[in-house]
């Protein structure tokens, strides 16, 4: 069985194959400035989560909210779906890590 890191760090490398196969729209949101932002911090969270770093967690949680920045970005960009599988495993994920 996987553990949830390396888990959460494939839902972000899914997240980013989608971000990077077709143009974002960042209106709806006020985090990113432009897509580089986006899959710069993206990258970012998933390299330190390799490096057993999950000091980023809860800013990643704020990230994959139902009305977070990756929710709005998801909804306009015409990947809400792939977003609402992707965010509910996060969240379990997330949970998981977060017990003793």
């Known amino acids: 069985m996987k553990s949830a ?14 971000v990077n196969h ?3 729209e960042l209106i709806w949101q006020s985090r990113y400035s432009d897509e580089k932002e986006l899959v710069d911090d993206l990258t970012d969270h998933a390299q330190r989560i390799r490096q057993e770093d999950l000091s980023r967690l ?36 997330h949970t998981r890590l977060r017990q003793p």
């Open 5 to 18: 890191a390396v888990e959460i760090v494939g839902i972000l490398d899914q997240v980013l194959a989608i």
């Open 58 to 93: 809860p800013d990643l949680s704020f990230l994959f909210a139902p009305t977070g920045p990756l929710c709005e970005i998801a909804a306009s960009s015409g990947w809400l779906e792939a977003y609402t599988v992707l965010g509910n495993r996060f969240d379990e994920l």
């Open 22 to 24: 077709a143009p974002q």
